[in-house]
């Protein structure tokens, strides 16, 4: 499974994008999806987790509130929708996807089996 992801951009603190995670030549049914990103000098760390079939949804606390990950009725694509942004928000931002329903652990990024290649999303004040 090959995942895309795209959307980023330049922003200034206050606005917002729009990211788009999609597969490549399949539908995600079946996969769970989550959205990670990383800052320079930093680790990865978890945004938002979506179950396969949308139902389910959870958040990085410093994101609650600002951001929306959601999935479309056709499970082709994933977005995250950020609004709000802010510099520390500024990061390399990931797609997943998790061959099952959903992990218990889907704040870690073990339980993904495929990962995009990131896309950047620059926060400026």
């Known amino acids: 499974v090959q995942l895309q992801a795209s959307g980023g951009g330049l922003v200034q603190a206050g606005g917002s994008l729009r990211l788009s995670c999609a597969a490549s030549g399949r539908t995600l049914t079946n996969f769970a999806m989550g959205w990670f990103r990383q800052a320079p000098g930093k680790e990865r760390e978890f945004v938002a987790a979506?179950?396969?079939?949308?139902?389910?949804?959870y958040y990085a606390d410093s994101v609650k509130g600002r951001f929306t990950i959601v999935r479309d009725s056709a499970l082709i694509t994933v977005y995250l929708q950020m609004v709000s942004l802010k510099p520390e928000d500024t990061a390399v931002y990931y797609c997943?996807?998790?061959?099952?329903?959903?992990?218990?652990?889907?704040?870690?990024?073990?339980?993904?089996?495929?990962w995009g290649q990131g896309t950047q999303v620059t926060v400026s004040s």
């Open positions: 979506i179950s396969w079939s949308g139902g389910t949804t």
């Open positions: 997943a996807a998790m061959r099952s329903r959903m992990s218990a652990s889907y704040y870690y990024a073990s339980p993904y089996h495929y």
